[in-house]
C-alpha cells in the first residue's frame, strides 16, 4: 500500500507542479487554491508513504514522478522540445525510479 500512496503523491506533484504556471505568481485564486490543494494532498499521501517506505527512496521515487511527469506534460500539452536526449533523459529518471522500486 505505501508505493500506491507514493504513487499517488507523485500524481500530485505533477498536478500542482502544472498548475503552478497558472497561478501567475498566486494572483489568480482559483489556480492558486487548486495548487495549494493538490501540494497538500501530495504531502499527505508522501507522509502515508514514510510510515513504511526508508526516506531517501520517497523523495527520490516522489520527485522523479513529478519532474518526470510535468517534463512529459511540458512537452505534450505546452508544445515543449522534444528531442531525443530530452527523451532518454527522461527514461534515466524512470528507470531509476523503477529501480528504487525493485530494490526496496
Known amino acids: 500500500m505505501a508505493w500506491i500512496w507514493l504513487i499517488i503523491a507523485g500524481g500530485f506533484e505533477i498536478v500542482w507542479a502544472v498548475l503552478l504556471k497558472y497561478t501567475e505568481g498566486f494572483t489568480r485564486l ?39 511527469g510535468t517534463a512529459l506534460w511540458g512537452m505534450a500539452i505546452e508544445g515543449e522540445m522534444a528531442s531525443a536526449a530530452r527523451i532518454l533523459c527522461l527514461v534515466s529518471i524512470l528507470a531509476g525510479v523503477a529501480g528504487l522500486k525493485a530494490t526496496s
Open 30 to 68: 482559483l489556480p492558486s487554491l487548486a495548487t495549494v490543494a493538490s501540494m497538500g494532498v501530495s504531502f499527505y499521501c508522501m507522509s502515508r508513504a514514510l510510515q513504511v517506505l526508508p526516506m531517501g527512496t520517497v523523495y527520490a521515487v516522489w520527485v522523479g514522478i513529478g519532474a518526470a
